[in-house]
């Protein structure tokens, strides 16, 4: 029973997070722009709602600066994945007036090419938004992973 509740537990969180965003437009159009950069197989489809000045945190070595550098930080991460699938586990948005946020909890299944080796992560990601000609662009992504304290190291299976 405990595997069936935790197989629909995606499904039912987003439910939850597409009918809260119903109620607030500009919620909803921040929740599609998280939904499609999850679903995202290329680096022009996840970065097409991002600023020109935005900044990447993520798994790269240093912060990406601009769209050249994010661009090209992006590219690299696609490059080095095939068959991948993210599933948006928890997602909280908030709004107001020209800014707004959204944090979630994801899940990641894909195919490290250079180790060849099917890959499943577990990690959180930040992402800070400003709305421009009213559109909201993403100015601020951020990927993190929970660490143990104890040995220093990520923990990419950890609980949600």
Known sequence: ????????LPLLLAVASTAHAAENPDEAKILKIEQDMAAAQTAAEFLKDFAPDAVMDAFFPGQA??????ATAATTLFAGTKDLRATILKMSISTDHDIAYAFSTQRVVFTNIAMNKVQDWVFRQVDC?????GKWLVVYHNLSVPFDPTTGKAVFDAPV
């Open 1 to 8: 029973m405990k595997s069936i509740r935790a197989a629909f």
């Open 65 to 70: 600066r601009g769209s050249k550098a994010v």
């Open 129 to 133: 938004y400003r709305k421009v000609n």
